[in-house]
């Protein structure tokens, strides 16, 4: 039998996210290409310095191997912590052993809901760890 691996999640805000971003900038690019142009890889640094986004950066054995951004979200009637991009080498384990963690603090700091806005690939994906399909995020361009 191999050794177990050892996977671990770390928790950054503020500079501390700012310090940490050239660690997992390069799992945020790759994703980048499949939203629609929300944002730029430039946005997260200053989402970090302004505590708009928070960080969680994956390791496996000591190695980083993925992160989450994630922004609260107030709406009138709950609170929301909103996975803004998910990404890494390993994501399926990440979220394996990390999801009891990340519903706990999305709890502990107010959060009725953790939310994603997803492609229907990805959808099916997350339903394979309990996420439930509420409806589907659509645009209609104003022509402006």
């Not at 390791?59 to 709950?78: A, I, L, S």
């Not at 998910?86 to 939310?115: P, S």
């Amino acid at each position: 039998m191999g050794e177990a691996v050892k996977l671990d999640i770390s928790y950054h805000v503020g500079q501390d996210a700012v310090d940490q971003w050239p660690l997992v900038a390069a799992y945020v690019a790759q994703v980048l290409p499949k939203m629609r142009g929300e944002l730029v890889l430039s946005d997260f640094p200053d989402g970090f310095a302004g505590e708009q986004f928070h960080l969680f950066i994956g390791r496996t054995d000591g190695q980083v191997t993925g992160c989450m951004v994630t922004e609260n979200v107030k709406y009138p009637q709950f609170n929301v912590i909103r996975v803004v991009v998910a990404a890494g080498a390993g994501l399926e384990k990440f979220i394996k052993q990390y999801m009891g963690y990340i519903m706990n603090w999305a709890k502990v700091n107010g959060a009725d809901f953790v939310e994603a806005w997803t492609h229907p690939e990805m959808t099916r994906y997350h339903r394979r760890f309990g996420a439930q399909k509420v409806y589907d995020i659509i645009r209609f361009p104003t022509g402006a």
